[in-house]
């Protein structure tokens, strides 16, 4: 072998490291290979009464096939959280039984598993009436629902039948619910499993019933993981969007709106959850499958046959809708004609709190595993069997597994020629499987970082194995690359190992392949970073370099012992502030950043005082903020920008010095806070650091002393446009000079103030203060070094009075910082145009429902209020509160409203730009919503009393004729303006 060989099968590494054990077909030769080759003993411990201890796999299958001897049925569940390898052990037993013609075997695997194939496997073999039955009931509800949009429609349906018809007055998982409660729970579930609208929510593709109908119809795809909670609705499934129930009535948007409450949420969730079980088997299995009959027939079946019934299980989780008649059907004892009964089921930890009364009747195994209950050769045997099956082209395949076959599984490293070399540069598992491209440490560390805590066979097998051989095919044929910093990324980025101030080393001296030598110090060193003799072995087999002198500890000598890590580097974040910083783990602390950017803006202040700027220059603190005025521009420590760094406020600054997270940055913070300590510059990486940072604060002094000079004054034509046009935030924006400069300085809005403008101002507040700081900075270098002020309007005056009728930013602003800063203020005011005219439009096309801008207003009141008065002089008012209901809609709309009526209504008939937003500045919602509502009463009332003034005789000496006809004209006169409107 050399250096840049792949010498294993990218496809049989995907086969081999599938996600689940579902993945591999049951009795599949091929896949009964290669479960045989990656299978690895580990450790399972037993529990009894909340007490565990340590047991084998070989103690599992002891407890599992020894003689039932009993009437009681032998239960043995295997219990773990997800990605443990509950199934797998299942899987295991199975592959260890063998041939046991006094059994009558059913396994029933995740792979492509529905309701209706996990009852046809328990009926397979079985041929009786009732099975028969069974199968044809199966095959008749199976047809009857084509497609997973018909079965949700009958999951729904079904669901909602049982939640509102059920008489139970008590739900297990609502004890605290009264049944007065309970009652009003199911009717409002009912109203919302029966609404047309709410039943497409919850049927949206990929949404919740999708997902339980998918798994129920055809059972997850191999190697799909399934959580326990995917089989059930949750509170957040019931979390719809209310706008989408606006048009459907007050009544249902109510309901749908009181589904903000999380509570509520959980009940009704609870509540269609219990009886989702029920509905999913009468869907999918038909209303006359009697399972526990159907149980029963099958253990006479095979009793008559002189056998046992050995069933195994490897999920009960997604048998969700006869998991509780399964469970009721395997307590029952064996008698005369029942058939004694064992059974293997592999079940998520939670789950069988669910399911207590079933689980207490059963022997207990979990594989709830820590680490450190697994030894390190074990995990390095577990990951060496994947490798071996990745690399042997064609696996034997056999019947039955048996000790012997299990031992007999070949190791493809003896057929290669160049395996001596290989296993000694990178070791090999006690197995005698070659580690390559890895070594033990390696495996080590990957694994604890892959599955941190507890044993996690899943994350081992995507992380350790599968993602690190993609980066190694892709790397090793070009020598010195792999393990590249792509190697491990997910598990590692920073490679924290290694010291942020090894790294930078590494990256500046080691020209060739840094992350190739940063990598390996990580990963496959015995004590990272040092250079074991084991790690230059394989940096010379790989064609990659290791930099001399670069860390304190140059490993042990070549006949020295390498000594065993006490612990996982990495694991735990470095006990170096700066080191955890640059690893991403923590912030720099504020005092420590203060240092840091008190440091760095002295150094600038001292380079623009020394260097051939002539700039007047003044430093003032306040509190713990020190900044300098340096000419028409000011510095402030927190203009230092260092990336998780805490004390740094919260204002983006315009202009700031950033430190970004890397180590390089770690190797200049690190000399910043040496010099701060009154040490020497060249304590800290031979002061190199002193020159980077020393280029970077001459350019940054550099550029503040144009910012304070040209760039500044440049700036300001469109900092005082910027005001200008921001100061018609105010009710009174002014139009001469002094009251303009007073709106710009301290603008107040109206009370009425349009939300969007209120979110719009606090959107553009960094640029408003950006504006005031050019202004102000010019107006200040312009009388010369004193007390800033924006008071002093001479150097402004010109610009302010040409801008002054300005109401928003108009054509392309420039590519400089008085550009920019029009830039954003014109993309800002554009959004909050649309959005805010958006809002009016629709609520102007809403009055025009039901009343035309031309209405004369006045003379409507005049008419309706004389209306009104006489109606209820005389008893002709349709309802006792028609005359106060009139009066409180009256009350709230006047002319005034009218007017904003007709403005906005002739404004939307023409065009709108970002200018315009200043004319929705107060908000015209309440006074629109108060003439619609006015609108609407009058034209109830007034169709009221038309009904009644028509059905009454003419009597007495009232002039009725002419009120109704007045009344008449005036009713037409609305009408026609409701379908112009329209």
């Known amino acids: 072998m050399n250096a840049n060989r792949v010498c294993w099968s990218r496809a049989a590494i995907d086969f081999a490291t599938q996600v689940d054990v579902g993945g591999l077909e049951v009795d599949d030769p091929r896949a009964d290979a290669l479960f045989r080759a990656i299978h690895q003993s580990l450790p399972v411990r037993r529990e009894r009464n909340g007490q565990f201890t340590e047991v084998s796999e070989n103690d599992v299958l002891r407890a599992f096939t020894r003689p039932i001897t009993s009437n009681e049925p032998l239960l043995l569940f295997v219990k773990g959280e997800r990605g443990t390898g509950k199934s797998h052990l299942v899987r295991w037993l199975k592959s260890r039984l063998g041939a046991r013609p006094g059994w009558h075997i059913v396994y029933i695997e995740k792979r492509n598993t529905s309701l209706r194939r996990v009852t046809e496997r328990i009926l ?50 609502l004890p605290d619910l009264s049944p007065p409660e309970l009652a009003d729970l199911r009717r409002k579930a009912h109203r919302l499993l029966g609404d047309y609208t709410f039943r497409n929510e919850l049927s949206k593709r990929d949404g919740p019933v999708h997902r339980i109908v998918r798994l129920a119809r055809g059972g997850p795809q191999p190697s799909e993981n399934v959580d326990e909670a995917e089989l059930h609705l949750t509170e957040a499934d019931f979390n719809v969007d209310a706008n989408v129930f606006e048009d459907l009535g007050p009544e249902l948007l109510g309901l749908v709106r009181s589904l903000s409450n999380r509570a509520l949420r959980a009940d009704i969730a609870a509540l269609c959850d219990s009886y989702l079980s029920r509905a999913k088997a009468e869907v999918f299995m038909g209303q006359r499958t009697d399972l526990l009959d159907v149980f029963e027939e099958v253990r006479e079946e095979i009793a008559a046959r002189g056998q046992e019934l050995c069933l195994l299980i490897e999920d009960l989780v997604l048998l969700h809708g006869i998991d509780r008649q399964l469970a009721q059907a395997l307590t029952i004892p064996a008698f005369a004609r029942l058939c004694k009964l064992r059974a293997a089921i592999a079940v998520t930890s939670g789950y ?42 064609d696996l034997p395949r056999t019947g039955p597994e048996s000790d012997k076959q299990r031992a007999s599984v070949p190791n493809a490293c003896l057929s290669c020629a160049d395996r001596s070399r290989c296993h000694e540069t990178f070791g090999k598992s006690s197995d005698g499987y070659g580690l390559y491209p890895f070594n033990g440490g390696a495996i080590d560390q990957l694994v604890d970082l892959a599955s941190p805590g507890g044993f996690q066979p899943r994350e081992i097998l995507r992380e350790v194995i599968r993602a690190p051989l993609e980066v190694a095919e892709e790397e090793l044929p070009s020598e010195g690359v792999f393990p590249s910093d792509q190697f491990a990324r997910a598990l590692d980025e920073a490679r924290k190992p290694v010291p942020s101030g090894v790294r930078a080393a590494i990256h500046r001296l080691n020209h060739f392949d840094p992350d190739t030598e940063v990598s390996l110090r990580a990963f496959y060193a015995v004590s990272p970073p040092a250079a074991d003799p084991a790690l230059e072995n394989i940096a010379r087999y790989l064609g990659a370099r290791l930099t001399p002198g670069v860390t304190d500890d140059p490993g042990p000598p070549d006949d020295s012992p390498v000594p065993a890590p006490t612990s996982t580097p990495g694991r735990t974040p470095s006990s170096d502030e700066i080191d955890r910083w640059a690893n991403k783990d923590d912030y720099i602390s504020s005092g420590t950043a203060r240092r840091i950017r008190r440091w760095i803006c002295d150094a600038v202040i001292a380079r623009l005082q020394s260097g051939p700027y002539g700039l007047v220059i003044s430093g003032r603190s306040k509190s713990t903020v020190t900044e300098w005025q340096i000419g028409s521009s000011t ?44 040490n020497s510059l060249d304590s800290v990486d031979e002061g190199r ?117 300005t109401r928003a930013v108009e054509g392309q602003p ?138 009454t005789p003419v009597t007495g000496e009232v002039d009725t004729d002419a009120l109704i006809e007045e009344f008449r004209n005036l009713a037409q006169l609305l009408d026609q303006a409701s379908q112009g409107a329209r």
């Open 124 to 173: 397979a073999g079985i041929d009786t009436p009732k099975a028969e039955a069974l199968r044809q009931e199966l095959a008749r509800a199976s047809s009857e629902i084509a497609s997973d949009e018909e079965a949700m429609s009958a999951l729904l349906a079904r669901l909602d039948q049982l939640v509102t018809f059920d008489p139970a007055t008590e739900i297990p998982d």
């Open 352 to 393: 069988l709190s669910s399911l207590q009364t079933f689980t207490d009747r059963g022997v207990l195994f979990s594989l709830d595993i820590g680490l450190d209950t697994i030894s390190r050769d074990s995990l390095r045997n577990f990951v060496g069997r994947y490798l071996n099956a990745g690399r042997l082209q």
């Open 635 to 678: 510095l402030r420590t927190t203009d230092v920008d260092i990336e998780r760094a805490h004390g740094g406020g919260v204002v983006d600054r315009p202009h700031p010095f950033r430190i970004g997270v890397n180590d390089e940055n770690a190797v200049l913070i690190r000399g910043i806070l040496a010099a701060a300590d009154g």
């Open 689 to 805: 650091w002193f020159f980077s940072i020393q280029t970077r604060i001459s350019d940054y002094a550099d550029a503040i002393a144009r910012r304070a000079g040209g760039d500044t004054a440049a700036a300001l034509p469109d900092a005082m446009r910027t005001l200008e046009i921001l100061r018609y935030a105010a009710a009174d924006p002014g139009r001469s000079v002094p009251d303009a400069l007073v709106a710009m300085l301290a603008p107040a809005p109206p009370p009425q103030l349009n939300p969007v403008i209120k979110d719009f101002l606090r959107d553009v507040r960094p640029i408003r203060e950006e504006a005031l700081l050019l202004v102000r900075t010019h107006a200040t270098a312009a009388k010369g070094t004193g007390r800033p002020s924006l008071l002093d309007v001479g150097p402004v005056l010109r610009q302010l009075q040409s801008q002054l009728a």
């Open 814 to 951: 420039r590519e400089d910082a008085g550009g920019q800063l029009l830039k954003r203020l014109q993309a800002r005011q554009s959004r909050a145009a649309e959005r805010a005219w958006a809002i009016a439009a629709q609520a102007v096309q809403e009055v025009g429902q039901v009343i035309e801008p031309a209405e004369d207003l006045a003379a409507t009141f005049k008419i309706v209020d004389r209306l009104v008065r006489e109606g209820g002089q005389r008893g002709r008012l349709p309802r006792a509160d028609s005359q106060e209901s009139y009066d409180m809609a009256r009350q709230g709309v006047d002319t005034e409203a009218m007017e904003t009526y007709r403005r906005l209504s002739k404004k939307i008939d023409g065009e709108t730009g970002p200018g315009d937003l200043w004319d929705v500045l107060e908000d015209p919602l309440p006074q629109l919503a108060a003439l619609r509502r006015y609108a609407a009463m009058t034209s109830d009332l007034l169709s009221g009393m038309a009904a009644r003034l028509e059905a």
